[in-house]
């Protein structure tokens, strides 16, 4: 069946740092990839997505780039904020239209000042 | 635009009882789901409704499980003779079916099972 593989955290980086969250994927067909972000106290956000191989998704300075010879969606920012401490989930969605997503297991980020 | 709303935020419960979650989609928003979500994984697919119908539900949704949203709107989860293996956070999350890339999640009820 389809699944997601996130890097284990907790993470820990200093302000500024450079930021890369691992993410590979096991699915059948082309499915649609997708980061979601959870910061304290609040529901899950999506944060970018990307629906076809080589697709770059980028939001607020994150980006990840769907790549289909190697499975995967890394997550990167080149210098991180402490607003950026959160939970953040990788996720795949095999079915155009339903969103049935499939989410990994999420990676916490604490970023330190 | 309010954001999804989930009621009750906290539910403690006895082994064996029956619980209720309601949800409250964006307002125009004609997709609703439920998610479930144990400490330390990610979120796991139970069960959507496009409108009134609910079109999809995950094995994971056993029989003591139902979910409905009878007028298109709100939406409820009862668990029936709940377990200690029922304790999880139970998310809702609704999106339009033009966009249904972008799903919005309330904050969710987390459930304690006794």
């Known amino acids: 069946g389809n699944s997601v593989t996130q890097m284990e955290g907790p993470v820990t980086l200093s302000e500024e740092a450079f930021l890369t969250i691992n993410c590979t994927y096991t699915?059948?067909?082309?499915?649609?990839l997708f980061w979601y972000v959870q910061y304290p106290g609040e529901g899950l956000q999506l944060l970018l997505k990307?629906?076809?191989?080589?697709d770059k998704g980028s939001n607020k300075g994150f980006e990840a780039t769907y790549r289909k010879e190697t499975t995967s969606f890394h997550l990167e920012k080149g210098s991180v904020q402490v607003s950026d401490s959160a939970v953040y989930f990788c996720?795949?969605?095999?079915?155009?239209?339903?969103?049935?997503?499939?989410f990994g297991q999420g990676t916490r980020l604490t970023i330190n000042p | 635009d309010t954001g999804v709303s989930q009621d009750p935020r906290h539910k403690i419960t006895k082994r064996g009882q029956n619980v209720t979650f309601r949800c409250d989609p964006i307002?125009?928003?004609?997709?609703l789901y439920w998610y479930r979500q144990t400490l330390g994984q990610g979120p796991e697919f139970l069960t959507y409704?496009?409108?009134?119908?609910?079109?999809?539900k995950s094995r994971l949704l056993s029989d003591r499980f139902s979910a409905e949203r009878p007028k298109g709107s709100f939406s409820t989860l009862e668990i029936q003779r709940t377990e200690q293996g029922d304790s999880a956070m139970y998310l809702c999350?609704?999106?339009?079916?033009?966009?249904?890339?972008?799903?919005?999640f309330g904050s969710g009820t987390q459930l304690s099972v006794l």
């Open positions: 999350a609704s999106s339009l079916w033009t966009r249904a890339e972008k799903l919005f």
């Open positions: 699915a059948t067909g082309y499915p649609s």
């Open positions: 990307a629906t076809k191989a080589d």
């Open positions: 996720a795949l969605s095999s079915i155009q239209g339903a969103q049935k997503l499939v």
């Open positions: 307002s125009e928003h004609n997709r």
């Open positions: 409704f496009q409108n009134e119908a609910q079109l999809e």
